[in-house]
């Protein structure tokens, strides 16, 4: 099982449509957690942070289920430029006792006209 | 400097060649990261400097990879004996502080032929 889990899609979407992504996660002792976007041939960039009490920016927002282990993100009021890879991290702790940012796979997400 | 800054930004190397990639992380930025992405791939995570502590290395696939960080600052991943599944996008990334947001370089994307 992979630490980190999405639904690898693609979304295909009309703008305009909300779009919901999912993802859970294996290790209960995660501090930290955030969605990052990747668009096709660049860096991962970060969009934002997941706090437990759920959290909103602009037309995106996320929330966070510890009993659960999962993590979502919504996209309201889709755009063409929303079209990208949208990654799910965790900041897992190893043996060790550091935190390492693990990623999910990526959920593509393709809004059109 | 004002982001993570690797380089080169393309290799193209020969089966069985050594290759040095370089991160230069952001100016007091305590944790570095090292990932590889093959093609429609997730990010594979590889090594973790922290500080002035031992690198977490428990991700690197083979003991043809190894890398450094001199000063607490610039790292260089190395690869010996480049093999053909070494092709991917190698992500440095660093944090401020553990368990925060970690920001990406543009990569280097390796090829071996």
């Known amino acids: 099982r992979k630490e980190v889990e999405q639904d690898p899609g693609p979304f295909n979407v009309p703008e305009g449509a909300t779009v919901a992504f999912n993802c859970t996660y294996s290790?209960?002792?995660?501090?930290?957690f955030f969605w990052y976007r990747q668009d096709c041939r660049k860096e991962p960039k970060l969009l934002m942070s997941v706090y437990s009490s759920g959290n909103e920016d602009g037309r995106f927002t996320a929330q966070l289920n510890r009993a659960s282990q999962y993590i979502s993100l919504l996209i309201r009021d889709s755009k063409l430029s929303d079209s990208a890879t949208y990654l799910c991290?965790?900041?897992?702790?190893?043996?060790?006792?550091?935190?390492?940012?693990?990623f999910g796979r990526g959920t593509s997400l393709i809004v059109h006209p | 400097g004002a982001g993570v800054s690797q380089s080169p930004s393309n290799k193209v190397t020969e089966k069985g060649k050594d290759v040095e990639l370089r991160c230069d992380p952001i100016?007091?930025?305590?944790?570095l990261y090292w990932y590889r992405q093959s093609l429609g791939q997730g990010l594979e995570f590889l090594i973790y400097?922290?500080?002035?502590?031992?690198?977490?290395k428990s991700g690197l696939p083979s003991d043809r990879f190894s890398a450094e960080r001199t000063g607490g600052s610039v790292s260089t991943l190395t690869i010996q004996r480049t093999q053909q599944e070494d092709s991917a996008v190698y992500l440095c990334?660093?944090?401020?502080?553990?368990?925060?947001?970690?920001?990406f370089g543009q990569g280097t994307r390796l090829t071996v032929v």
């Open positions: 100016s007091g930025h305590t944790a």
């Open positions: 400097f922290q500080g002035n502590s031992a690198p977490d």
């Open positions: 991290v965790v900041n897992m702790i190893d043996p060790r006792g550091s935190y390492i940012p693990t």
């Open positions: 290790n209960s002792a995660s501090q930290s």
């Open positions: 990334a660093s944090n401020l502080f553990e368990n925060t947001e970690a920001f």
